[in-house]
């Protein structure tokens, strides 16, 4: 069965430090991957997806960046995070035969 | 353009009411619909999908059913309990198939009250 993980749990950054947040999925191959940001009180907002290693579509312009080193894993990233960039972020990959998506437990980071 | 409009929530319950929870979308292609449901500080997990007109989604007792007349897919559920206590996503896929992004609704909380 498939599974996906994401790590860390919770984060706690300051303004202007870096972000690294990995989501490795296990037991399928050349899955489609999506980063989504979840902030309190809102719906969810797609920032990056992939299809491919190394083949990333940004969906909204920001300070984050994403790279898909392997098949299986996907990374987001920032140079510098600001307080606007708090919210809970979800993993999410799916097939490339069928649309539902499947999602990961999520890395709650909070910038001070 | 796509989009999905949820209601209002907190919708609040008491256990073993019937719950509907009201969506409806905009498409300009021939969506799949699905329902997802989140609960407190985890991931989104799927409910139930639809993939064509008069599909009708189940799981866990919940049910819904796409209709492209009204361009809806409510859920519904006869008797909810206090573990459904979550918050409830509607969400299409514009094309249906395999074009991968979804577009999800705000998100409506439920609690459901012993």
């Known amino acids: 069965s498939q599974t996906i993980h994401q790590w860390p749990a919770t984060l706690v950054q300051p303004v202007g430090s870096p972000l690294s947040l990995e989501c490795t999925v296990e037991?399928?191959?050349?899955?489609?991957l999506y980063w989504y940001r979840q902030a309190a009180g809102r719906g969810l907002q797609l920032l990056f997806y992939?299809?491919?290693?190394?083949?990333i579509s940004s969906e909204v312009p920001q300070n984050l960046s994403a790279s898909r080193p392997q098949d299986r894993q996907f990374i987001l990233s920032s140079k510098k995070l600001l307080l606007s960039d708090s919210g809970f972020y979800l993993c999410?990959?799916?097939?490339?035969?069928?649309?539902?998506?499947?999602f990961g437990p999520g890395t709650r980071l909070t910038v001070t | 353009g796509n989009s999905v409009t949820q209601m209002e929530g907190p919708v609040t319950l008491s256990e073993e009411a019937f719950l509907t929870i009201n969506c409806t979308y905009t498409?300009?292609?021939?969506?799949?619909l699905f329902w997802y449901v989140q609960y407190p500080g985890e991931g989104l997990q799927l409910l139930l999908k639809?993939?064509?007109?008069?599909d009708k989604g189940s799981n866990k007792g919940f049910e819904a059913t796409y209709r492209k007349e009204t361009t809806s897919f409510h859920l519904e559920k006869g008797s909810v309990q206090v573990s459904d206590s979550a918050v409830y996503f509607c969400?299409?896929?514009?094309?249906?198939?395999?074009?991968?992004?979804?577009?999800f609704g705000k998100g409506t909380k439920l609690s459901v009250k012993p």
């Open positions: 037991g399928t191959s050349n899955p489609n």
């Open positions: 992939s299809v491919g290693i190394g083949q």
């Open positions: 969400a299409l896929s514009p094309y249906g198939g395999s074009q991968g992004n979804l577009i």
């Open positions: 639809a993939t064509k007109a008069d």
């Open positions: 498409a300009t292609g021939y969506p799949s």
């Open positions: 999410a990959w799916s097939t490339t035969r069928a649309d539902e998506q499947y």
